[in-house]
């Protein structure tokens, strides 16, 4: 049985009774910071193989007690996603493509041994936080409603020779302002030769925490470098380009009416975003063609000393799109274009934004309507 033809899960709603008030809640959601702040509840569903999914509940935001045993605190088996609810003009509250979060949500969960969730629970979870969360929806300009489902393994014990036979979903929801401070700035990139983010084969295309965790080291070293962001590499050759820390790349290639854009193709070792798959079928519909090519860094400096790459630009659910002002690497730097954003960039970025804040018609159904 698919996890789609699965019996709905029955959610029992319980209130909590210490929400924050109407003063705070304004004070600390007139500069919410990125992920800082938390609204008054969260959804839980949990899982064992005995019962399959069980215990929908809707709860008071909280601590979540763990065994010092528990599997996920040594064995690293933990999955999750993040999607955004925004208040759109009128006032309806909605999600951008939930159900493709719940498609790779489970997908990465085959990738990490754990079980599926029924995409209608998925969307339903996170139906009923913002329902019950509304308040804490911001209504500012730029400012969204950060959701983060995450699913846990939970059983109590240290052996390695299989996977948890229990599991905790949950989704918590922050306000948050502007992933990057101070607007939209190129950023500049550090390309790692010293780290790999994901090998063939591995768990690069699944949205697990140890990937993240594997990436602080070439961050840091981006950092010492004075570069924003570090730019991962191919495992086998550090030649060809994948992703930027948790965002897709994308790389225009001429200018005006001839500007095409295009981005790594997906080989098991780097993210299928979703809003780099939004941008796949949004370009072409704007005249502009998109494609999926692979790019060396040769290639990338190339092109830009000919200007035949004239801006480049990295997208995720947190940041949107971002550009690409300078790269650096060992021995090398160049800048791109004239460092600063580029029209393509900007016109993509203008046209998903309207289409998720409700400016402008959505004609391909990846609104979702929460509240």
Avoid at 266 to 289: A, E, F, M, V, Y
Wanted: proline fraction near 6%.
């Amino acid at each position: 049985m698919t996890s789609s033809q699965r019996p709905d899960i029955e959610f029992d709603i319980h209130p909590s009774d210490h929400r924050v008030s109407a003063e705070e809640r304004k004070r600390v959601m007139a500069v919410p910071g990125f992920g800082e702040v938390f609204t008054d509840h969260m959804v839980t569903i949990r899982w064992s193989a005995q019962r399959g999914w069980h215990d929908g509940r809707l709860e008071a935001y909280g601590s979540i007690t763990l065994d010092p045993a528990t599997s996920v605190l040594h064995y690293g088996q933990e999955i999750f996603e993040g999607l955004k609810a925004y208040v759109q003009a009128g006032g309806p509250v909605v999600a951008f493509r939930p159900q493709a979060n719940a498609a790779r949500f489970n997908r990465s969960a085959a990738r990490m041994a754990m079980p599926e969730l029924p995409e209608r629970a998925f969307v339903r979870a996170i139906e009923l936080l913002v329902r019950q969360d509304r308040d804490w929806v911001p209504a500012a300009a730029g400012h969204s409603l950060y959701l983060r489902p995450f699913m846990i393994a939970t059983e109590r014990g240290l052996g390695v020779n299989r996977p948890s036979s229990s599991c905790l979903f949950t989704v918590i929801a922050s306000p948050v302002a502007a992933y990057f401070a101070g607007g939209v700035q190129p950023v500049s990139v550090w390309l790692s030769q010293d780290y790999t983010r994901a090998a063939p084969g591995g768990t690069g295309e699944a949205k697990c925490g140890g990937n993240y965790a594997a990436a602080f080291a070439g961050q840091l070293e981006a950092l010492r470098n004075d570069c924003d962001q570090v730019v991962w590499l191919d495992a086998a050759e550090h030649r060809w380009v994948e992703e930027m820390g948790g965002m897709n790349l994308f790389f225009v290639h001429g200018s005006g009416a001839e500007a095409r854009i295009t981005t790594p193709a997906p080989t098991g070792t780097l993210l299928r975003g979703i809003t780099r798959d939004s941008l796949l079928k949004l370009g072409p519909d704007l005249g502009i063609p998109a494609d999926e090519a692979p790019i060396s860094v040769d290639q990338w400096r190339a092109g830009c000393a000919s200007g035949e790459i004239t801006e480049v630009f990295a997208c995720g659910t947190a940041a949107v799109i971002t550009p690409v002002g300078v790269v650096k690497g060992s021995g090398q730097e160049w800048v791109i274009g004239d460092g600063k954003p580029g029209p393509v960039t900007m016109r993509l970025r203008d046209e998903l934004l309207d289409i998720q804040y409700g400016r402008q018609p959505d004609p391909y159904g990846w609104i979702h309507q929460l509240c």
